[in-house]
C-alpha cells in the first residue's frame, strides 16, 4: 500500500503521517474498510488524505495557533453520545455566517476537532449532528457543509457512522439535494432527517438540549477548552445533590482525610512487598479494606511516561442481572518523583471511586476501586479519565496542597489517560462469565470482529490470487510439457 505513492514523500506529505502508516495497521485497514478492500481507491484516498493534511498542517493544530475567536463562536464541539455510544460532532448551524475571508480557519477548526478526537479516543467513529433550528438563509454555506462531508467521504477514513439533520427548513432542501450529490451511496444511507418528535431515535434525551426535546443542561462556554465529558469531578461519596451540599462536602473531606491515612498505609505496605515478595495478598486486602472479592489485576497495560496504567482500555461490569458492581485500576509509578493522581467520569451520579483524588510514591502500585452507587447499572457509554501529573518531593501529599497542585499544573505537563465500560450481558452462560471475568480478556466487540472479518476476507483475496496465478503458471507448464514431448516424439517417428 505504501510504495506506490511514498516515493515523493519527503514533498507530498507530512513524514509523521508516513511513519504512522507504517506503524499503525489499524489505520490502513480503516482506508481499505472505507474503500470496500479496492487496493486502487484505498491507494488515491492515502494519497488525497495525507496531501490534504499536509496543506492544512493538521498534526500542528492546536488552541494556540487557530483564533480565540472560533472557539468562543460554539458553533462546531464535541459533546455526549447518541444511542450506540458514538460520540456526537455538533455543528450549530445558527451560529455560523458566510464569510470568505474566514472560511479557511473556520475549516481548520473542523480538522482540529476531527484530529483532536481522532487521536484521544484511537480513531473511533463519530455521529455528525446538524443542528439546523432557528436557521435562516443567511446560514446556508453549502462551501462550508462541503467541506465537511468532505472530511468524512475522503481524509478521515471510516470515521462516520451517521449524519443526523434536526429540523432542516423547507428553504433549505434544494441545497441539500446539492448535498446529496456530492455523497457516495453509502454516505447518502447515512443521513437521518429528524425533528423533535422522532430524533431521540438516534440520540437519547440526556444528551439533546431543551430545544430538541431533550433534558441535556449543557451549554457551550470556552475558556476552557470544552472536555464536557469529564467536566464534573468524581467524589468517593456518590453524588452531591444540591439539598445536602454542605453536610456532603464535610463528609466527603473527612473521607479524603481518612483515604490519605489509607493511601499512606496502603504505599507503606506496597514498599514492605518490594522489600518481602512473600507477603500475602488476601492478608492485604484485610487490613486496606478495599479491593472487591472478585477483583483481579488485567492482562494489559497502557505504558505511559507517568504511569502504568492496567487495565489498558476497559472497565469490566456486569449488567444488573449479572451482579457485578466493582472494578480495579492498578496505577504503577515509573518516574522517580510522586505522581498525583484524579479520576473523573461521564457519568459522576453512578460511581463511587476510591481514591479519586491522591498521589503514588515512586516505584510503588496504587490500587483504585472504581464500584457503582445505588441501583444505578453501568452503561457502554460511560467513560472514566485518569488525569496525573509529577509533583515536587517537596510538596506535599495532602488533601490542601494537592488542590493546590491541580489549580497551578500546566495542562501541557499532565499525562491523561482514558477508559471506557464494558458491560457483561447476563445472556451468556454463567460458566463464560466467570471464566471472562478471572482471566480478564477482553471480549471481541463488534467493529472489532469486523475489522478482523474484513482484513481476512482482504488477506483471503489475496492468497486466491494468488494460487489462481500458481495455477495459471502449472497449467501453462503442462501444456508446453506436452507440447515438448509431443515435437520430441514427433522427431523420433521421422
Given at each position: 500500500?505504501q510504495s506506490?505513492y511514498?516515493l515523493?514523500?519527503?514533498?507530498?506529505?507530512?513524514?509523521?503521517?508516513?511513519?504512522?502508516?507504517?506503524?499503525?495497521?489499524k489505520w490502513v485497514?480503516?482506508?481499505?474498510i472505507?474503500?470496500?478492500d479496492?487496493?486502487?481507491?484505498t491507494?488515491?484516498m492515502?494519497?488525497?488524505?495525507?496531501q490534504?493534511?499536509?496543506?492544512?498542517?493538521?498534526?500542528?493544530?492546536?488552541?494556540?495557533v487557530?483564533?480565540?475567536?472560533?472557539?468562543?463562536?460554539g458553533?462546531?464541539?464535541?459533546?455526549?453520545?447518541?444511542?450506540?455510544?458514538y460520540?456526537l460532532?455538533?455543528?450549530?448551524?445558527?451560529?455560523?455566517?458566510?464569510?470568505?475571508?474566514?472560511q479557511l480557519?473556520k475549516?481548520?477548526?473542523?480538522?482540529?476537532?476531527?484530529?483532536h478526537?481522532?487521536?484521544?479516543d484511537?480513531g473511533?467513529?463519530?455521529?455528525?449532528?446538524?443542528?439546523?433550528?432557528e436557521?435562516?438563509?443567511?446560514?446556508?454555506?453549502?462551501?462550508?457543509?462541503?467541506?465537511i462531508?468532505?472530511?468524512?467521504t475522503?481524509?478521515?477514513?471510516?470515521?462516520?457512522?451517521?449524519?443526523?439533520?434536526f429540523e432542516m427548513?423547507?428553504?433549505?432542501?434544494?441545497?441539500?439535494?446539492?448535498?446529496k450529490?456530492w455523497?457516495?451511496?453509502?454516505?447518502?444511507?447515512?443521513?437521518?432527517?429528524?425533528?423533535?418528535?422522532?430524533v431521540?431515535?438516534?440520540?437519547s434525551?440526556?444528551?439533546?438540549?431543551?430545544?430538541?426535546?431533550?433534558t441535556?443542561?449543557?451549554?457551550y462556554?470556552?475558556?476552557p477548552?470544552?472536555?464536557d465529558d469529564?467536566?464534573?469531578?468524581l467524589?468517593?461519596?456518590?453524588?452531591i445533590?444540591?439539598?445536602?451540599?454542605?453536610?456532603s462536602k464535610?463528609?466527603i473531606?473527612?473521607d479524603s482525610?481518612?483515604?490519605?491515612?489509607?493511601?499512606?498505609e496502603?504505599?507503606l505496605?506496597?514498599k514492605k512487598?518490594?522489600?518481602?515478595?512473600?507477603i500475602?495478598?488476601s492478608?492485604?486486602t484485610?487490613k486496606?479494606?478495599?479491593k472487591?472479592?472478585n477483583?483481579?489485576?488485567?492482562?494489559?497495560?497502557f505504558k505511559?511516561?507517568?504511569?502504568?496504567?492496567?487495565?489498558a482500555?476497559?472497565?469490566?461490569?456486569g449488567?444488573?442481572?449479572?451482579?457485578?458492581?466493582?472494578?480495579?485500576?492498578?496505577l504503577?509509578?515509573?518516574t522517580k518523583?510522586?505522581v498525583?493522581?484524579?479520576v473523573?467520569?461521564?457519568?459522576?451520579?453512578?460511581y463511587?471511586?476510591k481514591p479519586?483524588?491522591?498521589?503514588?510514591?515512586?516505584?510503588?502500585s496504587?490500587?483504585?476501586?472504581?464500584?457503582?452507587?445505588?441501583?444505578?447499572?453501568?452503561?457502554?457509554?460511560?467513560?472514566?479519565?485518569?488525569?496525573?501529573?509529577e509533583?515536587?518531593?517537596?510538596s506535599?501529599a495532602?488533601?490542601?496542597e494537592?488542590a493546590?497542585f491541580?489549580?497551578e499544573?500546566?495542562?501541557t505537563?499532565?499525562?491523561e489517560h482514558?477508559?471506557?465500560c464494558?458491560?457483561?450481558?447476563?445472556?451468556?452462560?454463567?460458566?463464560?462469565?466467570?471464566?471472562?471475568?478471572?482471566?480478564?480478556i477482553p471480549?471481541k466487540?463488534n467493529e472489532?470482529?469486523?475489522?478482523q472479518?474484513?482484513?481476512?476476507?482482504?488477506?483471503?483475496?489475496?492468497?486466491q490470487?494468488?494460487?489462481d496465478?500458481?495455477?495459471?503458471?502449472?497449467?501453462?507448464?503442462?501444456v508446453?510439457?506436452?507440447?515438448?514431448?509431443t515435437?520430441?516424439?514427433f522427431c523420433?517417428?521421422?
Amino acid at each position: 500500500l505504501q510504495s506506490i505513492y511514498l516515493l515523493d514523500k519527503s514533498v507530498k506529505y507530512d513524514s509523521r503521517d508516513v511513519e504512522r502508516l507504517q506503524q499503525d495497521d489499524k489505520w490502513v485497514e480503516n482506508y481499505l474498510i472505507w474503500r470496500h478492500d479496492i487496493v486502487d481507491d484505498t491507494l488515491k484516498m492515502i494519497d488525497e488524505s495525507f496531501q490534504w493534511r499536509k496543506e492544512y498542517t493538521v498534526n500542528d493544530l492546536t488552541e494556540s495557533v487557530l483564533p480565540k475567536w472560533l472557539f468562543e463562536n460554539g458553533s462546531l464541539f464535541l459533546h455526549g453520545y447518541d444511542k450506540e455510544g458514538y460520540k456526537l460532532f455538533w455543528f450549530r448551524v445558527k451560529h455560523h455566517t458566510r464569510d470568505p475571508k474566514q472560511q479557511l480557519e473556520k475549516k481548520k477548526l473542523v480538522a482540529f476537532w476531527l484530529e483532536h478526537y481522532a487521536k484521544r479516543d484511537h480513531g473511533k467513529p463519530l455521529t455528525v449532528v446538524f443542528d439546523m433550528a432557528e436557521t435562516g438563509i443567511s446560514h446556508i454555506d453549502l462551501d462550508f457543509v462541503r467541506f465537511i462531508v468532505n472530511c468524512f467521504t475522503d481524509y478521515y477514513p471510516n470515521f462516520l457512522t451517521k449524519i443526523v439533520i434536526f429540523e432542516m427548513p423547507w428553504i433549505m432542501n434544494a441545497a441539500f439535494k446539492i448535498v446529496k450529490g456530492w455523497l457516495g451511496p453509502d454516505a447518502i444511507s447515512m443521513l437521518k432527517f429528524t425533528n423533535k418528535s422522532d430524533v431521540q431515535e438516534y440520540i437519547s434525551g440526556e444528551y439533546l438540549p431543551p430545544h430538541m426535546g431533550g433534558t441535556d443542561s449543557f451549554k457551550y462556554s470556552y475558556p476552557p477548552l470544552v472536555d464536557d465529558d469529564f467536566q464534573t469531578p468524581l467524589c468517593e461519596n456518590g453524588p452531591i445533590t444540591s439539598e445536602d451540599e454542605h453536610e456532603s462536602k464535610e463528609e466527603i473531606d473527612a473521607d479524603s482525610k481518612e483515604t490519605g491515612e489509607l493511601s499512606e498505609e496502603q504505599n507503606l505496605n506496597q514498599k514492605k512487598m518490594n522489600s518481602v515478595e512473600q507477603i500475602s495478598k488476601s492478608e492485604e486486602t484485610d487490613k486496606t479494606e478495599i479491593k472487591p472479592k472478585n477483583a483481579k489485576k488485567a492482562l494489559t497495560t497502557f505504558k505511559g511516561p507517568l504511569l502504568h496504567i492496567s487495565p489498558a482500555e476497559e472497565l469490566y461490569f456486569g449488567s444488573k442481572e449479572t451482579g457485578e458492581k466493582k472494578c480495579l485500576i492498578v496505577l504503577t509509578n515509573v518516574t522517580k518523583n510522586i505522581v498525583a493522581f484524579k479520576v473523573r467520569t461521564t457519568a459522576p451520579e453512578k460511581y463511587r471511586v476510591k481514591p479519586s483524588n491522591s498521589s503514588c510514591e515512586p516505584g510503588t502500585s496504587l490500587d483504585i476501586i472504581v464500584s457503582l452507587h445505588g441501583g444505578f447499572a453501568a452503561s457502554l457509554q460511560d467513560r472514566f479519565l485518569i488525569m496525573a501529573a509529577e509533583m515536587d518531593q517537596s510538596s506535599g501529599a495532602g488533601v490542601p496542597e494537592l488542590a493546590q497542585f491541580w489549580k497551578e499544573v500546566p495542562r501541557t505537563k499532565v499525562m491523561e489517560h482514558r477508559l471506557r465500560c464494558h458491560v457483561i450481558e447476563s445472556s451468556k452462560p454463567s460458566s463464560l462469565t466467570l471464566k471472562e471475568n478471572t482471566c480478564n480478556i477482553p471480549a471481541k466487540t463488534n467493529e472489532d470482529l469486523h475489522i478482523q472479518v474484513t482484513v481476512y476476507s482482504f488477506m483471503n483475496k489475496r492468497l486466491q490470487e494468488q494460487i489462481d496465478n500458481c495455477l495459471w503458471f502449472q497449467q501453462l507448464s503442462v501444456v508446453l510439457s506436452l507440447l515438448s514431448v509431443t515435437v520430441v516424439a514427433f522427431c523420433f517417428y521421422l
